[in-house]
């Protein structure tokens, strides 16, 4: 199963939106509403921000958001702040009954 | 409140053996499926496998299967991830996450420092 592709890295000043993609096939992002996105600073465990493609948590600002469109799901951080400067990462439920975790994008507050 | 707590650090020779766990509170441990997760240092994630503690019914990745074994004791709220005969690319922090059914995976345990170096 290959890793889910983000970009490397994507950067904004305070105050941007930017958005983050997430791109699979048919047997993962695109077969099903199960994508999920987490927000990892470093030396810290995954936080969930994201789950089934656009439900946030309990806690977690509504600056974040999340879509999808065929193979390929998307977050969107609203209102950039300094604090949002992490990695991120999605996931998705696949077809063999497993899953996998896209190769994360640092996203940078200028 | 809902936690996970993972054993310590642990420092290990190529070829030991070895056992981490991920104690679960706050919640109902066998109503919740318990994931493991590698990160390799200075990469990103990688889903290893699944246990559903109130049955012991494990799915792991094709990229783990038969490298580790995931286990529960329902009694102690407890889930395992072991290793027979470890190599030095085991080297890696784990970390365990609940998951409700297909949800997403949360929370986090804090994170396993495995270290295998001769």
Redesign the interface.
């Known amino acids: 199963?290959s890793?889910l592709t983000q970009p490397a890295s994507v950067s904004g000043s305070p105050g941007q939106s930017i958005t983050i993609s997430c791109t699979g096939t048919s047997s993962d992002v695109g077969g099903?509403n199960?994508v999920?996105w987490?927000q990892?600073h470093p030396g810290k465990?995954?936080?969930?921000m994201?789950?089934?493609v656009s439900n946030r948590?309990s806690g977690v600002s509504n600056r974040f958001s999340g879509s999808k469109s065929g193979n390929t799901a998307s977050l969107t951080i609203s209102g950039l702040q300094a604090e949002d400067e992490a990695d991120y990462?999605c996931?998705s439920?696949t077809s063999?009954?497993?899953?996998?975790?896209?190769?994360?994008t640092k996203v940078t507050v200028l | 409140e809902v936690q996970l707590v993972q054993s310590g650090a642990e420092v290990k020779k190529p070829g030991e053996s070895l056992r981490i766990s991920c104690k679960g509170s706050g919640y109902s441990f066998t109503s919740y499926w318990i994931s493991w997760v590698r990160q390799m240092p200075g990469k990103g994630l990688e889903w290893m496998g699944r246990i559903d503690p109130s049955d012991s019914y494990t799915n792991y990745s094709p990229s783990f299967q038969g490298h580790v074994t995931i286990s529960a004791d329902k009694s102690i709220s407890t889930a395992y991830l072991q290793w027979s005969s470890l190599k030095a690319s085991d080297t890696a922090m784990y970390y365990c996450a609940r998951q409700g059914g297909e949800k997403g995976f949360d929370p986090w345990g804090q994170g396993t420092l495995v270290t295998v170096s001769s």
């Open positions: 199963q890793a099903y199960y999920s987490y990892q465990a995954p936080k969930l994201i789950y089934d948590p990462y996931s439920y063999s009954s497993s899953y996998v975790f896209g190769t994360g």
